[in-house]
């Protein structure tokens, strides 16, 4: 399958190279000479690799950072990546063998985003950026998923609106009592109610597990930056996490594994260091986070929305 991504010639025998501009920490702490994996998905834009342990590792075109990302230039230029194909580092370069293609990661940054430095604002500016978020989310979104749910959400509404489909109503309520039961620490109610969100809706990552990936990651951020942290809550995601391994794809499970350690895409955790913090919520933010996928953003969204919602009335 053909992937548009920027191809450098190095002129040997129709070898194509690539300088990538950053690489997610997870990805650079488990760099090691030899075997490093098959491809696994190609999309348009990216392509997955399955390290030996499993993970996924994607190779991005000129999007935004991630933990277990490979960001490339986004400049076009077509040539092929098969499924399957084999995966080696050399100490400096990932090559994926029979697409013959070079991932020069030697000048490639690091990315890694810190708690540190963050501060909580007021509930009543907590509020106001939450609610601000939703609506701007809202309305530039997608809502074909959750995100047709994000205005109740944010304003800590009970009932779900009327005519939804039977799966978003079941999850409009899921959510619900996951807020009520993480701000309790109920692990049995929490753990359960992850499970009934995650795998829900359409999407190659279902709605669902973008909604709770958002919520788990938003919530661990919350944990982060207080000054007397729950160790019980951080446990409780990481549960939340663990229990959903057979409710969803591989795709949804990485993803939300990741979340529950504060790991999500750069504009997301920009997104909610933003709301913690105060700041205004403007277009250009939102905007960057509801670009990730074709609905997965609106549904990170919601997510953000509804795990600082709850967080705001624990405080």
Request: hydrophobic share 40%; proline share 3%.
């Amino acid at each position: 399958m053909a992937i548009w991504i920027s191809g450098l010639s190095n002129g040997s025998g129709g070898m194509q190279r690539l300088r990538a501009e950053s690489i997610g920490w997870m990805v650079a702490v488990r760099l090691r000479p030899g075997p490093f994996g098959r491809v696994h998905s190609v999309f348009d834009n990216a392509f997955n690799i399955e390290m030996q342990d499993g993970m996924l590792v994607g190779v991005v075109k000129g999007k935004g950072r991630y933990c277990m990302s490979i960001g490339v230039p986004s400049r076009p230029r077509r040539f092929h990546v098969d499924s399957d194909d084999h995966c080696t580092y050399d100490g400096r370069s990932l090559w994926i063998d029979k697409s013959g293609l070079e991932i020069d990661l030697g000048s490639a940054q690091v990315w890694y985003a810190s708690p540190e430095g963050v501060d909580h604002a007021s509930s009543d500016r907590l509020e106001v950026c939450i609610r601000q978020a939703a609506d701007t989310a809202y309305c530039r979104g997608t809502l074909t998923g959750f995100g047709r749910l994000l205005r109740e959400i944010a304003l800590g509404r009970k009932c779900s609106p009327r005519g939804l489909p039977l799966w978003l109503k079941r999850g409009f309520e899921a959510v619900r009592e996951l807020q009520e039961a993480v701000r309790l620490g109920d692990e049995v109610r929490a753990v359960g109610c992850a499970r009934r969100i995650a795998g829900l809706g359409p999407g190659l990552t279902p709605s669902g597990d973008d909604v709770l990936a958002g919520f788990l990651g938003a919530w661990w951020w919350w944990e982060a930056v207080r000054e007397q942290q729950s160790e019980g809550r951080m446990e409780l995601l990481a549960k939340m996490a663990r229990s959903v391994g057979d409710d969803t794809n591989v795709f949804g499970r990485q993803e939300i594994y990741h979340a529950a350690s504060g790991e999500l895409h750069e504009a997301a955790i920009d997104l909610i260091r933003a709301i913690i913090q105060g700041e205004a919520v403007g277009e250009m933010r939102i905007d960057s986070v509801i670009g990730i996928g074709s609905s997965s953003g609106t549904d990170l969204a919601t997510g953000i929305c509804a795990a600082l919602e709850s967080a705001v009335v624990d405080r």
